[in-house]
């Protein structure tokens, strides 16, 4: 495996950011994990080195992969072949957003 640095832009606790920590973990990749909700400066980091401020952000080896999902950050690593696929499951949704941003059912009232 090459050497990789890789620092992450997550939430704490988000399904999109946890994805991409489970990808990370399946292939066994060191990387550092910026929280940039408790922390403003890993925020405005964020923002000025992908050019937006949707999470989750992933740089590797200065590549920018900015609004990203486990998943495309999965395909992407295996695409430019800086892992070999693998079938081992990721020990968590890769492709899974936030509770608080899945879009919520409302409720249908028949007695009009």
């Not at 999109?16 to 550092?32: D, H, I, Q, T």
């Not at 922390?39 to 949707?54: N, V």
């Not at 590797?60 to 430019?80: F, H, K, P, R, Y």
């Not at 800086?82 to 409720?107: F, K, R, Y």
Request: with cysteine; net charge negative.
């Amino acid at each position: 495996m090459p050497n990789l640095k890789i620092t992450a832009y997550l939430k704490p606790t988000c399904g999109w950011s946890n994805g991409v920590r489970a990808v990370l973990k399946k292939y066994n990749l060191p990387y550092v994990d910026r929280d940039i909700i408790n922390d403003p400066a890993s925020y405005e980091e964020m923002i000025r080195k992908s050019g937006q401020p949707l999470s989750p952000c992933v740089e590797i080896n200065g590549q920018m992969l900015a609004d990203i999902s486990g998943d495309e950050v999965e395909a992407w690593l295996t695409q430019t072949g800086l892992v070999t696929p693998s079938d081992a499951p990721a020990g968590s949704p890769t492709g899974a957003g936030c509770a608080h941003e899945a879009p919520q059912a409302s409720a249908v009232d028949f007695r009009s």
